[in-house]
């Protein structure tokens, strides 16, 4: 079946270093993945998204990863600081229709340690 | 920048209540979601509404129902409300999708709902 998940619940990092959170997905046909961020009380945030046709993204200190052979994204963040503590959220479209309808990975606590 | 607005952050309501959540914005989307977040189930579709007065159900539709007749706001009604439906709940915005322009959805920052 169709699913999405993220390797590990919690990420813990030194202040300054680099970051990557892994999203597995299992839906081939799947051609649009969004990452999400989500601190608490608020709801998910857009960071990033890619397209299938792209195995590379680039934002502000973070960069999105596609790969479509092992059906693998991740999602790195440079640098990563204390207002980069929060949940992450990776997502995909389920490749059908045009109603924009996402599947959610489980998301990936990611704690800085000052 | 897009506004997704939840008319409540906190809710307490009683079994058996008919409860309704609202949600608006402001970025004239065609798309609107209602999702439930739950501590190790993540992000589960309710419903979803695609255009006025059209909708869809999601994954976890049952005890719920939907009204859109804003392309604004897309309202979630729980008919009669249970213990089980206590969650977090987040409505999300999107402009129309295809093979070559999708987009994000845009979330507003949720009720929490408690039913007593």
């Known amino acids: 079946g169709e699913s999405v998940g993220l390797h590990l619940p919690t990420l813990s990092v030194q202040e300054g270093d680099n970051s990557i959170i892994n999203c597995a997905y299992s839906n081939s046909a799947s051609d649009y993945f969004i990452w999400y961020k989500q601190e608490s009380g608020k709801g998910p945030q857009f960071i990033i998204d890619i397209r299938s046709n792209m195995d590379k993204r680039q934002g502000q200190r973070v960069t999105v990863l596609l790969n479509k052979t092992v059906k693998h994204l991740s999602l790195q963040i440079a640098a990563t600081q204390p207002g980069d503590s929060a949940v992450y959220f990776c997502?995909?479209?389920?490749?059908?229709?045009?109603?924009?309808?996402?599947?959610f990975g489980q998301g990936t606590t990611l704690q800085v340690k000052p | 920048d897009v506004k997704v607005t939840q008319s409540s952050r906190y809710l307490v309501k009683r079994t058996g209540e008919k409860v309704f959540l609202e949600c608006v914005q402001d970025?004239?989307?065609?798309?609107m979601f209602w999702y439930r977040q739950d501590p190790g189930l993540g992000l589960r579709l309710i419903y979803f509404?695609?255009?006025?007065?059209?909708?869809e159900k999601g994954d976890i539709p049952e005890g719920y129902s939907v009204s859109r007749e804003k392309k604004e706001r897309f309202s979630l009604i729980l008919e009669s409300a249970s213990t089980n439906q206590t969650s977090m709940y987040l409505c999300?915005?999107?402009?129309?999708?295809?093979?070559?322009?999708?987009?994000?959805?845009?979330f507003g920052d949720g009720t929490r709902l408690s039913i007593l």
């Open positions: 997502a995909e479209n389920q490749g059908s229709g045009n109603t924009g309808k996402l599947i």
């Open positions: 970025m004239d989307h065609e798309n």
């Open positions: 999300a915005s999107s402009p129309p999708t295809g093979v070559l322009s999708n987009q994000p959805q845009h």
């Open positions: 509404s695609y255009d006025v007065k059209m909708k």
